[in-house]
């Protein structure tokens, strides 16, 4: 097993996250065949027809170790295919994607949590969704607890609580353990602002330890303000790679 | 900072040329904590804000039992301790029966993760068998109780249950396996089985004695239906209080082998296009 991580190793070039001519397809039927009875009779016919769209189309991107990496577009562009790819969602169609460290995926926050359960059950189950065991958590129980300030409903139904509360136990769990690499899209709607500064706090922590961020937005000042480097994705394939003022203005621009 | 599940620095090579069955063997065992997790989710939140709680396990097959005692004891009345023959068919027929349903539901409707977040595709249908196995275990002291009521003697056999259940989890677990990676493609799938499911459930000796069946018959009806000869491996050793025909149980053990075999394939080779449908 060690033999075979070395050999992966190899072609990274310091690279944690690296993706090589990737491309991904969706096939969109032409028509909807909601029901077996209809799309028996269309393949009988002979017209079950699949459109083909490509979402990304060859893209080559490497990832430093450390960096704040920006990928920038238009709604529809191949931004959150592209965490998604890298975050092991979707298999990419044709290309190689390789990832180096763990992976804390910050997409929908909350999106798994159940509104019978307790908050306290929630913490756990949310937890294990992303791979960390009952002991994990119940070592860091409290910090989660605390930092999504949710003390005194901690046994209460999530049905009780606020739409600000959940957003903000799903941070909490979401980032309770330091990532090796940190995936946001379209960050941090969520909570007010002091609890947005809060997690921009706690991601800048990640950034001072070292974690790589990948974050997506269409917003041009937030990707300008904290990335070292940034892609222009445009209908799939990347336009331009750069500095962010560089990459920012001819985003605009075109 | 990294925890136990996840080794060090995990490497994800999507490139990697591996089986599919077996990564996604290896990944369900990494994420076993999940499916513990969603089994403990499903078993609470059932019976969430309902009074008796985790008792209604137990209650519904007795209230079927009783059902079926009632309506039909008169019919089949040749039949010793008739409520326990019922209920050993009930409850292994109704594990196969809820966990091959909440296999495909849970696929359909929780699927939606799938395509946010990473986790083995195989999970949802796992934890369906867990929380079927968590209901068949509460299931097996009112069984017990209407043993010793009926008359019923408990012999040393009842020892070799675990083993006629493992068999009927494997099956369980192909046949979830295969309806949701169909299900996934067409929702019909799931109205359709239900009715199916009730047509194999009266095609299968449950409710009634085999021997009603005519000798001729029997042959196509029973020898061709697995769940025949799981419902027959499973109640020889509680209600004959003995143990199952050898061949009969080589038959069962080894179809039950062959279909998990073949359900876990087929959704591994799918499994990378779940993300992209549901």
């Known amino acids: 097993m060690s033999n075979n991580a070395e050999d992966r190793w190899d072609g990274m070039d310091g690279a944690v996250i690296r993706l090589d001519s990737v491309s991904v397809r969706y096939r969109v039927p032409e028509e909807r065949f909601g029901t077996f009875k209809e799309y028996i009779i269309r393949r009988i016919q002979g017209k079950v027809k699949d459109r083909d769209f490509w979402a990304l189309h060859d893209v ?195 | 900072m990294t925890s136990d599940v996840i080794e060090a620095v995990p490497l994800y090579d999507s490139g990697l040329k591996r089986s599919k069955a077996i990564e996604e063997a290896v990944e369900a065992y990494r994420y076993r904590h999940l499916i513990f997790q969603l089994v403990r989710r499903d078993v609470l939140t059932r019976y969430k804000r309902s009074i008796l709680g985790v008792a209604w396990t137990m209650l519904n097959p007795l209230g079927m039992m009783l059902v079926l005692t009632i309506a039909f004891s008169q019919l089949f009345g040749g039949t010793r301790a008739y409520p326990a023959y019922v209920l050993t068919g009930l409850v292994a027929w109704n594990f196969f029966a809820q966990t091959t349903t909440a296999s495909m539901n849970q696929m359909v409707w929780g699927g939606g993760l799938l395509g946010k977040i990473y986790i083995p595709r195989t999970v949802f249908v796992l934890s369906s068998i867990g929380t079927g196995l968590v209901n068949l275990i509460l299931s097996i002291l009112p069984l017990i109780i209407v043993l ?8 040393l056999t009842i020892l070799f249950l675990p083993i006629s259940i493992l068999s009927l989890m494997a ?67 509680v209600y004959d209080g003995a143990f199952p025909d050898l061949r009969q149980l080589v038959g069962a053990v080894g179809l039950s082998v062959l279909v998990l075999a073949v359900g876990w394939i087929l959704f591994a080779r799918k499994s990378d296009e779940f993300a992209y449908r549901v």
């Open chain 2, 148 to 155: 010793l009521i009926t008359g019923t003697p408990i012999r």
């Open chain 2, 171 to 237: 099956f369980s677990l192909g046949v979830g396996l295969l309806l949701s990676t169909w299900a996934i493609y067409f929702y019909d799938v799931t109205e359709m089985y239900q009715i199916l499911l009730t047509a194999w459930m009266y095609l299968t000796p449950i409710i009634y004695p085999e021997e009603i069946v005519p000798e001729a018959v029997r042959t196509w009806l029973f020898t061709l239906n697995p769940m025949y000869h799981l419902v027959s491996i499973f109640r020889a050793p």
């Open chain 1, 60 to 254: 080559d991107l490497a990832v430093n170790e450390g960096e704040v990496f920006g990928v920038i577009g238009r709604n529809g562009a191949g931004k959150s295919t592209m965490l998604k790819v890298v975050s092991r969602v979707l298999r990419p169609t044709k290309g190689r994607v390789r990832v180096v460290g763990r992976v804390a995926p910050l997409l929908e926050l909350g999106a798994a949590f159940h509104h019978e359960l307790t908050g306290r059950e929630n913490i756990f189950l949310n937890a294990a969704l992303l791979g960390h065991t009952q002991r994990d958590v119940e070592q860091r129980f409290q910090d989660i607890v605390n930092f999504a300030d949710i003390s005194g409903f901690i046994d209460a139904p999530l049905r009780t609580y606020s739409t600000g509360m959940v957003a903000r136990l799903g941070f909490s769990v979401a980032t309770a353990w330091e990532p090796d690499i940190l995936v946001l899209d379209e960050v941090l709607a969520v909570g007010d602002e002091a609890f947005q500064a809060k997690c921009y706090e706690r991601i800048n922590s990640f950034r001072e330890d070292g974690a790589t961020v990948l974050l997506v937005s269409h917003n041009a000042r937030v990707v300008q303000n904290i990335c070292q480097r940034v892609a222009w994705v445009d209908q799939g394939a990347i336009r331009a790679i750069g500095a962010p003022e560089e990459i920012v203005q001819m985003y605009r621009e075109g």
